[in-house]
């Protein structure tokens, strides 16, 4: 029997690498639906995934109302461009959410809810990059969405805010893991490259949203939370070069004030 034998290669889309992809062209087969699904399929799923994303909405952690926001939106938008919207109601939906969700970020008297009128001098730090998908890389039997956990990996990821609009990130490591499937056994190495590298970005602050390189977050007055869409890519091939399968997820970067 042949031995056939899987990688996965993990690749992290970082906050200040996203300006490189800025001007490539893009290549490849493109589908009619976000995710690459049948129209048909996705729009039998389409209302399930509306109520998981009101649900998410209602049930957001502080700090991350406004990306569950985006989120809900763009599931009721891409339900109108794919499914259609005869009667309207999507579009009805979409008109009573508003802008915001009708979020407010500091509802409660809860002081951490509120955004600081000014970031500069302040050092924020990373503390969590989530994944969608729990996993288990350090081999303690407990699976965590949380890389920072997971590998010990992106330590000591800072942004330092040195005026109004400018920035100075520094990241300190990168994650390079491999997992070999052969039969029922796997197994996974895992790298924590150790190379730093510092950025200086521009940065847009208005209330409670802050935008750093066309990437949306949410501050408070002790996080700033980052949701990137599809940041998070893996693609699975076969040792002899003839089948591939892509994985994305998105990933949430959490930066807590020092």
Do not use: R
Request: with cysteine; aromatic share 8%; hydrophobic share 40%.
């Amino acid at each position: 029997m042949k031995k056939i034998t899987y990688y996965i290669i993990l690749v992290f889309v970082g906050l200040m690498a996203l300006n490189s992809c800025e001007d490539e062209q893009l290549e490849g087969e493109f589908f009619s639906t976000p995710d690459g699904s049948d129209p048909e399929e996705f729009c039998e799923d389409i209302a399930f995934n509306i109520a998981s994303a009101q649900a998410a909405l209602i049930n957001a952690p502080a700090g991350q109302e406004m990306a569950l926001c985006d989120a809900l939106q763009a599931t009721i938008i891409n339900a109108i461009v794919v499914c259609g919207d005869d009667t309207g109601l999507f579009q009805a939906l979409l008109d009573d959410l508003g802008d915001d969700c009708m979020v407010d970020p500091g509802d409660g008297g809860d002081d951490d809810g509120d955004a600081p009128g000014s970031l500069v001098g302040q050092t924020y730090i990373l503390t969590a990059f989530e994944v969608e998908t729990a996993v288990d890389l350090d081999g303690d039997g407990d699976a965590s969405n949380d890389l920072i956990i997971e590998t010990g990996c992106y330590q000591n990821e800072t942004l330092f805010f040195d005026s109004e609009t400018e920035l100075t990130a520094t990241s300190n490591s990168f994650l390079n893991l491999s997992v070999v499937i052969d039969g029922d056994v796997v197994t996974q190495m895992v790298e924590c490259i150790i190379e730093q590298e510092i950025t200086n970005s521009n940065y847009v602050l208005n209330g409670n949203t802050i935008t750093i390189d066309g990437i949306n977050g949410v501050v408070s007055s002790t996080q700033i939370v980052f949701t990137v869409p599809d940041g998070f890519f893996g693609e699975i091939v076969s040792d002899d070069g003839m089948g591939s399968v892509e994985i994305l997820e998105d990933i949430t970067f959490t930066y807590t004030l020092q």
